[in-house]
Structure formats: structure tokens, C-alpha cells
């Protein structure tokens, strides 16, 4: 009954920029942390932001200074402006978010099906 759909993956140059989305759609009441995640192959799913209803973020240490998450709760969707990429930003990034369906209900954890970025070097 929700889904989260990622968009704005792709290939680049090293040092080139890619803005990613992902929007939730369904039977959404609210929507607590949102967040992004990536693994590249061979390895474990790793934090890299994740931005709270009130606006404070947190990143890995990895991306601190070259990435931006925000959000936009009139159209439910987090997106990651990701700048100065590296080879080693190489993952599929995952969306995932904390969302409550309907009122008196706690919230649940989502995830999307993943895109792929993927930095030349």
C-alpha cells in the first residue's frame, strides 16, 4: 500500500553531479526520518544521509561536504543532490523512509527497489 520509486541514477564523470528522488505514494498519514542508503558490490548497506520531519540531517563522513539530502513533504519525496562524485560513490542507492498509514497506527520502515550510480574514473 506504499511504495517508495527512486529516480536519477546513472553513469557520470568523475567530479560530474547527479540529484537523485525518490517519492512515496499510497496510504500515507505522515512521514517521520527519510533517509538514503547504498551498497556497492561485494558490500554491506551503508548509511549515506538521512534528513528528520524537522529538517536535521546527518551524513556518512564519506560524503559530508559533497552531498545533500533535503525533502519536500507537499510531494512526499527526499532527494540527494550528490556532487563531486567519486569511483568509490560506485553503489545502488536505496530510499528508505519511516511512514505511519493512518492515525493512531506506529510507524513503518520502507525501502525502494534501488538505482544504480555508478562514477567513471
Known amino acids: 500500500q506504499v511504495q517508495l520509486v527512486e529516480s536519477g541514477g546513472g553513469l557520470v564523470q568523475a567530479g560530474g553531479s547527479l540529484r537523485l528522488s525518490c517519492a512515496a505514494s499510497?496510504?500515507?498519514?505522515?512521514?517521520?526520518?527519510m533517509g538514503w542508503y547504498r551498497q556497492a558490490p561485494g558490500k554491506q548497506r551503508e548509511l549515506v544521509a538521512t534528513?528528520?520531519?524537522?529538517?536535521?540531517?546527518n551524513y556518512a563522513d564519506s560524503v559530508k561536504g559533497r552531498f545533500t539530502i533535503s525533502r519536500d513533504d507537499a510531494k512526499n519525496t527526499v532527494y540527494l543532490q550528490m556532487n563531486s562524485l567519486k569511483p568509490e560513490d560506485t553503489a545502488v542507492y536505496y530510499c528508505?523512509?519511516?511512514?505511519?498509514?493512518?492515525?493512531?497506527?506506529?510507524?513503518?520502515?520502507?525501502w525502494g527497489q534501488g538505482t544504480q550510480v555508478t562514477v567513471s574514473s
Open positions: 528508505n523512509a519511516a511512514i505511519v498509514q493512518n492515525y493512531g497506527l506506529g510507524y513503518m520502515n520502507y
Open positions: 534528513i528528520t520531519s524537522g529538517g536535521s540531517t
Open positions: 499510497g496510504s500515507i498519514f505522515s512521514i517521520g526520518v
